[in-house]
DNA sequence: ATGAAAGCGCTAACAC
DNA sequence: GTGTTAGCGCTTTCAT
């Protein structure tokens, strides 16, 4: 019954007094304790309310040993070109489902000079995982992080031997699959592809998925050239490609920002997009809806798989059983860079 | 020296142990207090890296009563056009710049229907100050907040009452006049603008600043369609203003985003631009850099304004004197939405 | 089911 | 300049 005036915020002590219960019931309470009376726990309850009593963050992770903070990793060339929007979705994703847990999201832009302060950091008891985001790339440079902190990436690993880790990543290859098998069915029939950097997953799997259908087809698989994700990339890549002097009428980009700078060279040299060269892109952003046309593309759910990173990571946390693998299904919007099928021609053949 | 196998990250007592001084010592030296000799400093060091020590941030917190954490308030609005790369990179500024900080960044998306949530968040002691961003909106919601924690906004606050808070904005007027005064050097004799909500401060600033000077030109300043920031917007605000009937040369738009709406439906309407419409936009972002043609736009240095408002709040954080209002200047990047100068007209008259 | 007591790892007076 | 001593507010055995 001590008589204090508590300028600050109240604590649990206090609400145990008010509710006229020990610190013990009122801690049982506050952690959804099931070994608590119904009289006891609506006598704290009220005393809660009334005193507008919230937990102290710090005293409890102190006690519990346990922060429920999740690390959001971004690598520092990532926030570089943090205005991507896919990249930005997938960071919508993350914060709009923790916002419904007891998790508390921190951005941490890892240093690329001095990552050892990024994994001290991690390491020193600051977070109870960590999700990492690196963009385009296949960065797993945290790999090793996964076997002392509970982790999710985004993206699949590059390498093999970082099978282990949890990862939730799109379905490139079945993506750049069904872009190519578009362009086939409204009529292409000589293709090109505007790839991404083959040290990048998603780079590397959007090239496997248009060659292997390509292939099937039994066209020409050698119109193929790189650029590294950015709109500059794909418009010298664009250049590049019409320097061969060979003629192509579909043209898959593994990204819509490279494809709206590869949009623009095809017009400058006087090509029309679509009736000469049908272009599809990937990852259904910004960048494919305000083209001139609009880009057909592969739309990623960035916005889900940023969720399910969250969510795979907190049932990790929790204990709960998660997959270590997640594919999320990708799916082709049409728009207007890719013309109308060619009933008649498509037929003939 | 005492021989434990510390399966946990290590304390400072073991620092201090393995030190040969007191606990007291070990945290002046980590807290870089002056009162601590050379060589006991040297031998803490020492230890600290010996012993890979890492301070438990909880402890700490609890201890000192601050959290070393500052949260980024996002509205829930807001994170739905998480992809604006303005409001990207303004995050990206306040996370780089924390960085290299003692301070966290501590993600928050406001839940718009639980607005109780956020505030009892954020007042419970969990955060030492906020940083509030709401896209291009004057969202002050989270005034009253600034009363009771430090905070800083993004954006001049809309209504004069809360004139008394913290924020770091861009040169909106200044930015708008300078697009206008260009639309008028390259030759432009008849002006139309559109502009943004005017209820959010940059709709607002960027309006006043369009209409300032075509007021001072004598020119007339009624062509004047609204809209809310997005492509679409800007499209639907440009067909409105071709229906007028009243020929315009020079377009000024908001933001850039609107301005790629508003492209798209001058050429489907056979205007071509520069040829017959110059148009300036505002942000200077990709969707300037990327349409065809490239927008001239007044860019805005969104990192900057993001870095700044994270050090204004730590300066109030840590007691140092900041300016309660920071504006930001902006720049016009001429590219291929604006003729060129036509010299001899404007001489000549 | 509930309370008492012992810390979690650190900072902050206060003595020396 | 350095060590000693109390806590910070909570969780968590362990009794009861």
Redesign the pocket.
């Known amino acids: 019954m001590t008589q204090e005036l508590t300028p600050?915020?109240p604590?649990?002590?206090q609400v145990a007094a008010a509710a006229?219960?020990?610190?013990?019931?009122v801690?049982?309470v506050?952690?959804n304790s099931?070994?608590?009376?119904d009289?006891?726990?609506t006598a704290v309850l009220d005393a809660i309310e009334r005193l507008g009593?919230v937990?102290?963050r710090a005293?409890?992770s102190?006690?519990?040993?346990k922060t429920q903070v999740i690390a959001l990793v971004v690598p520092e060339t990532t926030a570089k070109v943090f205005a991507d929007p896919f990249f930005a979705s997938v960071v919508q994703g993350v914060a709009l489902h923790l916002s419904d847990t007891e998790y508390t999201l921190n951005m941490v832009i890892a240093s690329e000079t001095n990552p050892q302060k990024t994994r001290r950091y991690l390491l020193g008891g600051n977070v109870d995982g960590a999700l990492v985001v690196s963009h385009h790339s296949g960065d797993h440079s945290y790999a090793r992080l996964s076997h002392a902190l509970p982790t999710v990436f985004g993206g699949r690993p590059m390498s093999p031997d970082e099978q282990d880790s949890y990862y939730v990543d799109s379905d490139n290859v079945a993506g750049a699959e069904a872009a190519t098998r578009h362009l086939l069915d409204i009529g292409c029939r000589s293709l090109a592809t505007i790839a991404g950097p083959q040290d990048m997953p998603p780079g590397f799997d959007r090239l496997v998925g248009w060659r292997s259908v390509v292939r099937s087809a039994g066209l020409d698989d050698g119109l193929v050239e790189l650029g590294d994700f950015t709109p500059r990339a794909g418009a010298e890549a664009a250049r590049r490609l019409l320097d061969r002097g060979v003629p192509f009428d579909g043209l898959f980009v593994a990204n819509d920002q490279m494809a709206v700078g590869a949009l623009s060279v095809l017009r400058e040299q006087g090509l029309s997009v679509p009736h000469d060269v049908s272009i599809v892109g990937f990852d259904g952003d910004s960048f494919s809806e305000t083209s001139n046309p609009p880009l057909t593309s592969i739309a990623q759910q960035a916005t889900e798989l940023g969720a399910t990173m969250a969510r795979v990571l907190v049932d990790l946390l929790q204990g709960r059983p998660a997959d270590r693998v997640t594919i999320m299904p990708t799916r082709l919007i049409v728009r207007g860079s890719t013309r109308e099928p060619q009933g008649t021609e498509t037929a003939a053949d």
């Open positions: 600050g915020a604590t649990l002590e006229g219960v020990s610190r013990s019931t801690s049982r506050v952690n099931p070994h608590v009376t009289e006891a726990m009593y937990p102290n005293a409890r102190l006690a519990s040993r």
